[in-house]
Every structure is written in C-alpha cells, then in structure tokens.
C-alpha cells in the first residue's frame, strides 16, 4: 500500500487480505512450524541478539514466514530501542 492510498483511504479488500492469511498458513504448515515452534523460535532469537546487541526490544520482535516463488522466508523485523550516546 502506497503512501498516497494510506493518505486518503484506500484498503485493501477483504479477498486479497483473505488470500494472504491462507498463504501464511499453507506456509506454516509446509515449512512444519507450529505457533509454539514460532514462540520459541522468537524467544530463543531475541536473547541470542540481546548477548551481542543491549538494546533490543524482546518484547516487539515479529517473526515472520513469507511464501517466495521458489523458496519460502523466514522474516525477523527486530527493533532497536535508541541509546543516547555521551561523549
């Protein structure tokens, strides 16, 4: 979705939004992850990147199986919590 259509209202429809969970679910199950893999899954990433980097946010990790034309992916969107740095 465009800046433009979020500006002034355009959804998507209720088809398209559909299509995409069924695609999200059919993923999940060929890839043979349940919700509870996908927890552990993200917890398990959230303190391996908090031993490197502190100012992970654990609590906002979203992990995510995204269906490719050839291959499926597998998402990880971590946010940072911004540090003020003294000189």
């Given at each position: 979705?465009?800046?433009?259509?979020?500006?002034?209202?355009?959804?998507?429809?209720?088809?398209?939004?559909?299509?995409?969970?069924?695609?999200?679910?059919?993923?999940?199950d060929?890839?043979?992850l349940?919700?509870?893999?996908?927890?552990?899954?993200?917890?398990?990433?959230?303190?391996?990147?908090a031993?490197?980097?502190p100012?992970?946010?654990?609590?906002?990790?979203?992990?995510?199986?995204?269906?490719?034309?050839?291959?499926?992916?597998?998402?990880?969107?971590?946010?940072?919590?911004?540090?003020?740095?003294?000189?």
């Open positions: 979705m465009s800046f433009l259509d979020t500006l002034f209202g355009k959804r998507e429809r209720s088809s398209d939004i559909a299509r995409d969970r069924l695609l999200t679910v059919l993923v999940h060929r890839v043979k349940t919700p509870d893999m996908m927890e552990q899954l993200k917890a398990d990433l959230s303190a391996v990147i031993r490197y980097v100012s992970v946010d654990a609590g906002a990790i979203e992990v995510t199986l995204l269906r490719g034309e050839s291959v499926d992916h597998l998402k990880a969107d971590i946010p940072l919590r911004r540090t003020t740095q003294k000189y």
